[in-house]
T-cell receptor, first 116, second 115 residues
Framework: AQTVTQSQPEMSVQEAETVTLSCTYD???????LFWYKQPPSRQMILVIR??????QNATENRFSVNFQKAAKSFSLKISDSQLGDAAMYFC?????????????FGAGTRLFVKA | GAGVSQSPSNKVTEKGKDVELRCDPI?????LYWYRQSLGQGLEFLIY????????KSGLPSDRFSAERTGGSVSTLTIQRTQQEDSAVYLC?????????????FGQGTRLTVV
């Protein structure tokens, strides 16, 4: 069974600085998708970024980028120029590309604090 | 609707009572998930419906929890004889569940408080 591990329960960053959130996963599959979700205090889960495992190029969305290391099964999220609005819970998630196995599996989350 | 809708937003119930939580997924989404999130914690998987397949109930914590999905659309999560440890936010999500790795879309959750 696949697992997703986020080893940092909490992280803190100064406004305008850069922070990296870690995520590792365990799978025997070769085709899958990885996601980072953000959950602000409003509780609404928002997709931040996604990565297809077959793509070597790291995904980027504005200030958010990932460092995808397939062999190491690592998928970290880098937030550049941190803003107060980035303060939230961040979840890493895995989704198989295998037919019949599409269940999304989430890590335990990392709470990010942004200091003004 | 435009997004995943959950009702009620908040529910306070007395210990021992039964509660029903409702989820209206995005139209056309074949996959539906229920998760539980205790205060400030991560997502605990409860149950997963995918099309007409038998649901994956492996995350249900006890036989007091059950869920159904009628007509491949609306889902109801039922908790019988509620306990104080059931207090949490219950999140529902849906996705098109195609090969192409579309993400899950979440509702805003139901905050359940058992007193």
């Amino acid at each position: 069974a696949q697992t997703v591990t986020q080893s940092q329960p909490e992280m803190s960053v100064q406004e305008a600085e850069t922070v990296t959130l870690s995520c590792t996963y365990d799978t025997s599959e070769s085709d899958y998708y990885l996601f980072w979700y953000k959950q602000p205090p409003s509780r609404q889960m928002i997709l931040v970024i996604r990565q297809e495992a077959y793509k070597q190029q790291n995904a980027t969305e504005n200030r958010f980028s990932v460092n995808f290391q397939k062999a190491a099964k690592s998928f970290s999220l880098k937030i550049s120029d941190s803003q107060l609005g980035d303060a939230a819970m961040y979840f890493c998630a895995y989704r198989s590309a295998r037919t019949g196995g599409f269940k999304t599996i989430f890590g335990a989350g990392t709470r990010l604090f942004v200091k003004a | 609707g435009a997004g995943v809708s959950q009702s009620p937003s908040n529910k306070v119930t007395e210990k021992g009572k039964d509660v029903e939580l409702r989820c209206d997924p995005i139209s056309g989404h074949t996959a539906l998930y229920w998760y539980r999130q205790s205060l400030g914690q991560g997502l605990e998987f409860l149950i997963y419906f995918q099309g007409n397949s038998a649901p994956d109930k492996s995350g249900l914590p006890s036989d007091r929890f059950s869920a159904e999905r009628t007509g491949g659309s609306v889902s109801t999560l039922t908790i019988q004889r509620t306990q104080q440890e059931d207090s949490a936010v219950y999140l529902c999500a849906s996705s098109p569940d195609t090969f192409w790795g579309t993400e899950a879309f979440f509702g805003q959750g139901t905050r359940l408080t058992v007193v």
